[in-house]
């Protein structure tokens, strides 16, 4: 049959459409990136092996040696080694919003964070979460619910055992917060109002935690004198209420203790023997950082800041709690406060950076003990201070950090640049383990340290296709020079970025190159997964 002559323009014209279609599509790239000739380190712990690993919307596509296919950019790692992105499971972010680039943590190579800890959150982790509709962030972020907040919320600041009511509202609110995606209940034992719990209460609340599969994080009650007894009440609590333990920041806080991280590591090691899966996170350095008034006694904090400097306007109160600082340096085997620099204390920005026994002594023209004391509470009445306590010694921090079952977690928040004299974990952490512990002492394999930033964070805190390089999860990857990463913080000059981190990916996007953020923010809020979560 013979075709009229418009049809076989139409026809021709169809085919034509048809074979440009064709050729558009065969051009179209295979994977959004492909990183070629990667040293890889997975994050199982596994030897490192050489391969590319091609990404395509926001997932681990590929992974094999001398991959095929098209991308639209590709970056030659060759002599640069490709690790999934760090996770810090003990961050304080709760402000991220305003600051949502995160830049020291994602200068660290961190793609992912965990806030809510040492028993102070967000109560609402619906509403928390939700906010990346608005405010984009550049890492992903999860939270914990915390006991502190949550009694606070129900009984202020009240030194007692709750009521059968009062407990049945907390409750409540930790089961909406896990019903919302929360990772797990956080205490802080050192702080008020969390210390004013006692053990049965946490227990309670985390029988509620343990019915949708999460996990118990705690700073103990005691990181000094008392650290063994508070490492048993935290194990006491996981097999009472049936659930995982985490140990935030483990540490040996007093000189009489110095030595001991042994006797420490062996509890949890027994505790693991009869089935509690029990973990710990640990900063790398020798010096801690809180706020001032926990150098306070507990009775002294009841009710609250206001009603705390009403008792220091008492002549014979405040000199009970003066008496009682003296006997808990003394307690602890130390001279005098010297070991206390102020990071940041808004009442006077030239204390910032000094130790009490030198503020004292500008403050007072005098530096004996008593003084120093008086010296405490007159900056708590003035608002309180953020503090750095040098408080550790090194074959401790090793020893922990050598064990199998500790993370990597930096115990800090989003860092204003330039602003106090804070703790340099806040920039420097990651960077430190790799260089220093790694590389430079030898101390842990490459492959092992991020183990102990990727995959053991994500299995403990139960963070779903997270923390392995591994086809299908998601492309939160760093690249960096293992020869020359290092931190270049100190305690001195904080405010410095780490070196050596080439290249961070956030769900499959490039946030940090050439030593610059992009401005990129692909972060994702996630929730618990597993038993009662959200996928």
Not at 102 to 107: K, L
Not at 170 to 190: F, H, N, P, Y
Request: aromatic share 6%.
């Amino acid at each position: 049959m013979k075709l009229p002559g418009s049809w076989i323009a139409a026809l021709s014209l169809l085919l034509c459409a048809a074979a440009s279609l064709a050729r558009g599509q065969a051009a179209a790239p295979q994977y959004d990136l492909l990183i070629r000739k990667a040293r890889v380190v997975d994050g199982t712990g596994n030897p490192w092996f050489r391969a590319d690993v091609a990404v395509k919307d926001g997932r681990i596509a590929r992974i094999g040696r001398a991959l095929t296919g098209t991308a639209r950019r590709v970056v030659d790692a060759e002599g640069l080694t490709l690790a999934p992105g760090f996770i810090d499971v003990h961050a304080h972010t709760e402000d991220i919003f305003s600051h949502p680039d995160a830049e020291n943590f994602i200068r660290m190579g961190v793609t992912t964070l965990v806030t809510g800890n040492c028993g102070a959150s967000v109560i609402d982790v619906g509403e928390f979460l939700s906010r990346y509709r608005e405010t984009p962030l550049a890492v992903n972020l999860a939270t914990l619910i915390a006991h502190g907040s949550v009694r606070a919320r129900v009984m202020k600041y009240a030194n007692r055992a709750p009521t059968a009511d009062e407990l049945a509202e907390m409750q409540r609110l930790v089961a909406k917060a896990m019903e919302d995606g929360a990772l797990g209940l956080s205490t802080g034992l050192i702080y008020a109002p969390g210390s004013f719990a006692q053990t049965d209460e946490i227990v309670a609340l985390a029988r509620v935690v343990a019915r949708f599969g999460g996990v118990y994080a705690t700073h103990m009650r005691n990181e000094g004198n008392g650290v063994l007894e508070a490492i048993e009440e935290a194990i006491a609590i996981g097999e009472q209420a049936g659930l995982p333990v985490e140990i935030s920041h483990l540490k040996v806080s007093s000189p009489r203790l110095w030595g001991s991280s042994d006797r420490m590591l062996g509890l949890i090691r027994a505790a693991r023997a009869r089935g509690l899966e029990v973990t710990a996170d640990q900063y790398a350095y020798t010096a801690s950082s809180t706020s001032l008034e926990t150098m306070l006694p507990n009775w002294a904090l009841e009710g609250g800041r206001a009603e705390a400097v009403k008792r220091l306007a008492d002549p014979v109160t405040r000199r009970k709690i003066k008496d009682e600082l003296l006997e808990s340096l003394k307690a602890k085997g130390r001279a005098d406060f010297s070991y206390a620099v102020v990071a940041f204390y808004g009442a006077n920005l030239d204390y910032n950076g000094k130790h009490l026994v030198e503020i004292t002594r500008l403050a007072q023209g005098r530096d004996d003990l008593d003084a120093q004391a008086e010296q405490i509470l007159a900056m708590y009445e003035q608002g309180g201070a953020g503090m750095i306590f040098h408080g550790m010694r090194e074959d401790d921090v090793i020893r922990i950090l050598r064990e199998p079952f500790t993370m990597v977690a930096a115990d800090a928040g989003v860092r204003k640049f330039g602003v106090g004299v804070p703790h340099p974990r806040g920039y420097g952490n990651n960077a430190r383990v790799l260089g220093r512990y790694v590389r430079d002492l030898g101390l842990l394999t490459l492959e092992d340290a991020v183990r102990k930033m990727t995959s053991l964070p994500a299995q403990t805190f139960r963070l779903a296709e997270r923390g392995l390089l591994r086809e299908g999860f998601a492309a939160d990857l760093v690249l960096f020079d293992d020869q020359t990463i290092q931190d270049k913080a100190t305690y001195e000059q904080p405010h410095q970025f780490p070196v050596g981190i080439r290249m961070v990916i956030v769900n499959g996007v490039v946030v940090l190159e050439e030593n610059k953020l992009t401005g990129a923010r692909p972060g994702q809020a996630l929730h618990l997964t597993g038993q009662g979560g959200r996928p």
